[in-house]
C-alpha cells in the first residue's frame, strides 16, 4: 500500500481533530502552579504556563473570560481552573483554553484583599505621616453606618454619656452589598467637601468576610485618604481588619471603642479643670512665699549696712519692693482667679442641666428629641423636661 502523505498543517489538522472529538478534553479541572504569567496590553488576553513538579502546559485565557477573574493571577500562584484541550495548529503545540480560574487553597476574597493592600500600601495609603490627628473636643461627629444596625444604637449609647453637648450628624447607608461600596463613598465625599463634622466615624458591626467586604474597595480606601476631615475606623469586631481600617486615621476595635475615642470624657474634663485651678493656685502662693523671702533677705542685707543714710536708702527701696511685689502677687492672684472662672464657665455650659436652669426645656416624643415643628402633628403627647421635673403636654 501507498503510504498516505501528511503536511504538516494537515498534521496538526488531524490531530486538532482527534482532541477536539474526545468528549473527556472538552472540559478538563486542572490544578498547578502559574508561570510566565502575560497580560496583553492591547487585546486583554492572558498567556502563561501551568506547571507541576515534572511537566507543564501552555495555556491560554481570552479577555472576556480575565475580566470575570475576581484576583490578579501572578507567577507561583497554585491554581484550580476549567479549561479545554485544545492545538495551536500554527505552531503544533497542543495547550489549554482556560474559562474559568480560583486560587487554589486560597479563598477569592483573601486572595484579592491580599493583593489591594500590597497595592495601596507600596501607593502610601497606609503611611503614619499621612493621619490626620483626632480633634481632643469636637464639636461636631459625623456618622457613617447603617440606621437601622446595632453599631449605630451603641455609638449613640456612648457618646451621650460621655459628651452629650456633641453635635451628630447621621449619613445612613448600606454596609454590606452590591450598592454599599457607592453609598460608603458618597458619605465619605460629603464630609469631605462640606467639612460637616469635626470627625467620622464609619463603621458597622460583625460579620463574615463577605458581610464586610463593602469596606475592602479600593475606591472607599482611595475616599477616605483623600478625605480632609479625621476619620475613625470601627468595622466589625477586634479580630476584623478591612482596608478601611489600614487607610483610617485611627483604627478602633469596635464601634463602641470609636465613640469613645472620638469624644472626651465629660468627667475628665471637668476634673482637669479642677486640677488646672489647685496648680494655678499653688503656683501663686509659692510665687508669693518667693517674693517675701527675697524681700526679707534685701531687708537683712540693708540692716548690715552703714552709715546710716544708705540704709535709710536701702530701706525705701526694700519697701518699694514690697509694695510692687505685693502689688504683683494680688495682680497675678485676681488673674487666675479670673482664668479658672472662665474655665468653670466653660464646663458649666457644656453641662445640660444649666440650661434648663435658665429657663429653658427640652421637648421628646416617644423618646426621640423635637427641634422642629414638622417632627410632630397635631394629637401627639410630649414630655417636656424642665430642671425640677417633667410635663406631659398635648399639642394642638
Not at 104 to 119: F, H, P
Not at 243 to 248: A, G, I, M, T
Amino acid at each position: 500500500m501507498t503510504p498516505k502523505v501528511f503536511t504538516v498543517s494537515q498534521l496538526n489538522a488531524h490531530i486538532s481533530n482527534l482532541i477536539a472529538s474526545d468528549a473527556e478534553l472538552n472540559m478538563i479541572f486542572i490544578e498547578g502552579e502559574l508561570s510566565n504569567v502575560n497580560i496583553n496590553a492591547k487585546s486583554g488576553h492572558m498567556y502563561f504556563s501551568l506547571k507541576d513538579k515534572n511537566s507543564v502546559v501552555r495555556a491560554v485565557m481570552f479577555s472576556w473570560s480575565v475580566r470575570n477573574l475576581r484576583f490578579r493571577p501572578e507567577d507561583g500562584m497554585k491554581v484550580i481552573m476549567r479549561a479545554q484541550v485544545s492545538v495551536y495548529e500554527p505552531g503544533g503545540q497542543y495547550q489549554l483554553r482556560v474559562e474559568d480560574m480560583q486560587p487554589d487553597g486560597v479563598g477569592v476574597l483573601a486572595m484579592q484583599l491580599e493583593q489591594l493592600k500590597k497595592k495601596l500600601g507600596a501607593e502610601g495609603l497606609f503611611a503614619p505621616e499621612h493621619k490626620k490627628p483626632i480633634p481632643p473636643i469636637p464639636k461636631t461627629v459625623g456618622i457613617i453606618t447603617s440606621p437601622t444596625g446595632a453599631a449605630l444604637r451603641d455609638i449613640l449609647d456612648i457618646i451621650g454619656r460621655r459628651f452629650p453637648c456633641v453635635d451628630l450628624v447621621l449619613a445612613p447607608v448600606l454596609v454590606q452589598g452590591e450598592e454599599a461600596p457607592a453609598q460608603l463613598i458618597r458619605a465619605v465625599n460629603l464630609f469631605s467637601e462640606h467639612h460637616a463634622a469635626d470627625v467620622v466615624i464609619i463603621g458597622r458591626g460583625g460579620g463574615s468576610m463577605e458581610d464586610l467586604w463593602a469596606f475592602n474597595d479600593e475606591g472607599l480606601a482611595r475616599a477616605i485618604y483623600a478625605c480632609e476631615v479625621p476619620v475613625i475606623s470601627a468595622v466589625g469586631h477586634e479580630t476584623d481588619t478591612t482596608l478601611c481600617d489600614f487607610v483610617s486615621d485611627l483604627r478602633a476595635p469596635t464601634p463602641s471603642a470609636a465613640a469613645e475615642l472620638a469624644v472626651p470624657n465629660r468627667v475628665d474634663l471637668y476634673e482637669n479643670v479642677q486640677n488646672l485651678l489647685r496648680r494655678s493656685v499653688a503656683a501663686i502662693q509659692t510665687q508669693m512665699m518667693t517674693c517675701r523671702r527675697d524681700a526679707d533677705r534685701m531687708f537683712e542685707l540693708v540692716e548690715a549696712r552703714s552709715p546710716l543714710s544708705e540704709v535709710n536708702q536701702d530701706l525705701e527701696l526694700v519697701n518699694a519692693l514690697q509694695v510692687r511685689a505685693g502689688i504683683a502677687a494680688e495682680h497675678r492672684l485676681a488673674t487666675a482667679a479670673a482664668e479658672s472662672a472662665e474655665l468653670f464657665a466653660v464646663v458649666e455650659s457644656l453641662n445640660p442641666v444649666a440650661v434648663l436652669n435658665r429657663g429653658f426645656a427640652y421637648l421628646t416624643h416617644h423618646g426621640v428629641n423635637v427641634s422642629s415643628v414638622h417632627d410632630v402633628k397635631s394629637g401627639d403627647e410630649l414630655d417636656v423636661t424642665l430642671k425640677d421635673g417633667t410635663l406631659r403636654v398635648r399639642v394642638e
